[in-house]
Nanobody, 124 residues
Framework: QVQLVESGGGLVQAGGSLRVSCAASGRTFGSYAMGWFRQAPGKEREFVAA????????YYADSVKGRFTISRDNAKNTVYLQMNRLKPEDTAVYYC?????????????????WGQGTQVTVSS
């Protein structure tokens, strides 16, 4: 069974940083894109960041561009999201997404596997 397990979430003060990790098992994602989405209470799930199979191409939502960095370590079958200069509006459950294609995508339909989600809370 394919599993994507996130870690590193938590509570941080505005302006601080967190790095969340997503370790995959049951499927090798080295040939596929990976992504991060988030969902705040009362809001729809939104795209945050994506990375191509090789890590050479990345995409970011405008709301996080310049503050967040997505990266991957295919040897560890793991994807990371470094979050800097966090804002209260970044508070959400962050979901790791495993792709079904090599190209990075911005839509949930571009991904076939999902993590359980990890809570990131940014206090004001």
């Amino acid at each position: 069974q394919v599993q994507l397990v996130e870690s590193g979430g938590g509570l941080v003060q505005a302006g601080g940083s967190l790095r969340v990790s997503c370790a995959a098992s049951g499927r090798t994602f080295g040939s596929y894109a990976m992504g991060w989405f988030r969902q705040a209470p009362g809001k729809e799930r939104e795209f945050v960041a994506a990375i191509s199979w090789s890590g050479g191409i990345t995409y970011y939502a405008d709301s996080v561009k310049g503050r967040f960095t997505i990266s991957r370590d295919n040897a560890k079958n793991t994807v990371y999201l470094q979050m800097n200069r966090l804002k209260p509006e970044d508070t959400a459950v962050y979901y790791c997404a495993g792709g079904i294609r090599s190209d990075a995508g911005r839509r949930p339909r571009d991904y076939g596997y999902w993590g359980q989600g990890t809570q990131v809370t940014v206090s004001s």
